[in-house]
């Protein structure tokens, strides 16, 4: 007598790829993906990430939505578009992984990642000033790991900060703004209002 089959006990989500598909930008063309790995070949820093774009779309076919929202390729991806360049299929790559990113954050995958704790005080200085501010996002940043770790991290950076302010790229007084804040603080709110209809 043969013993049976194993069953997996792991849960896949077969709707995943078809939200996916209907929910994050340039899902409609993941379909196109022929699985040749020029993207995960041509990212730079491929090597640091958990799954490579090419593998994190088959696990979405496959429906491993957990494992896919809890890889860390969507916060290690810098955005710098060599993969969309280079795809024969015209897939949108970063689109992709940018839509994952958000989707993570919202499911409450992405406060396990690092990366997420910075982009969060980016996006706090982009959207209050207009701008990024080259002393309060990294401040933020690293007393965001404790008052202890924030005064580590603040002084092994220090030669760096000396030398931007050296260079002009960072200055005494308040942080600097663009003029227009009430329009931009316009643009968000339609940008959120449309997000929502969606």
Same mark, same amino acid.
């Given at each position: 007598?043969?013993?049976?089959?194993?069953?997996?006990?792991?849960?896949?989500?077969?709707?995943?790829?078809?939200?996916?598909?209907?929910? /994050?930008?340039?899902?409609?063309? +993941?379909?196109? $993906?022929?699985? *040749?790995?020029?993207?995960?070949?041509? %990212? #730079?820093? @491929?090597?640091?990430?958990?799954?490579?774009?090419?593998?994190?779309?088959?696990?979405?076919?496959?429906?491993?939505?957990?494992? /896919?929202?809890?890889?860390?390729? +969507?916060?290690? $991806?810098?955005? *710098?578009?060599?993969c969309v360049?280079? %795809? #024969?299929? @015209?897939?949108?790559?970063?689109?992709?992984?940018?839509?994952?990113?958000?989707?993570?954050?919202?499911?409450?995958?992405?406060?396990?990642?690092?990366?997420?704790?910075?982009?969060?005080?980016?996006?706090?200085?982009?959207?209050?000033?207009?701008?990024?501010?080259?002393?309060?996002?990294?401040?933020?940043?690293?007393?965001?790991?404790?008052?202890?770790?924030?005064?580590?991290?603040?002084?092994?950076?220090?030669?760096?900060?000396?030398?931007?302010?050296?260079?002009?790229?960072?200055?005494?007084?308040?942080?600097?703004?663009?003029?227009?804040?009430?329009?931009?603080?316009?643009?968000l709110a339609?940008?959120?209002?449309?997000?929502?209809?969606?």
């Amino acid at each position: 007598m043969t013993a049976p089959i194993p069953t997996s006990k792991r849960k896949y989500d077969l709707n995943f790829a078809r939200w996916v598909r209907d929910n /994050v930008a340039g899902g409609d063309k +993941m379909n196109m $993906c022929m699985q *040749c790995g020029t993207c995960s070949g041509s %990212c #730079p820093i @491929g090597t640091e990430m958990e799954d490579g774009p090419r593998k994190l779309f088959m696990m979405i076919r496959a429906g491993m939505k957990e494992e /896919v929202l809890s890889s860390n390729s +969507m916060w290690e $991806c810098t955005s *710098c578009y060599r993969c969309v360049v280079r %795809c #024969p299929r @015209g897939v949108p790559v970063t689109y992709l992984m940018q839509g994952l990113a958000a989707l993570a954050a919202k499911e409450g995958y992405a406060p396990k990642v690092e990366n997420n704790y910075f982009s969060k005080f980016f996006w706090m200085s982009a959207s209050k000033l207009g701008k990024t501010d080259e002393r309060l996002v990294p401040t933020a940043y690293y007393f965001s790991f404790g008052f202890v770790e924030g005064i580590k991290r603040s002084l092994a950076n220090l030669k760096i900060a000396l030398n931007m302010f050296k260079a002009g790229r960072m200055h005494i007084g308040m942080p600097h703004k663009i003029r227009d804040t009430k329009g931009l603080q316009a643009i968000l709110a339609k940008a959120r209002e449309i997000e929502d209809r969606s």
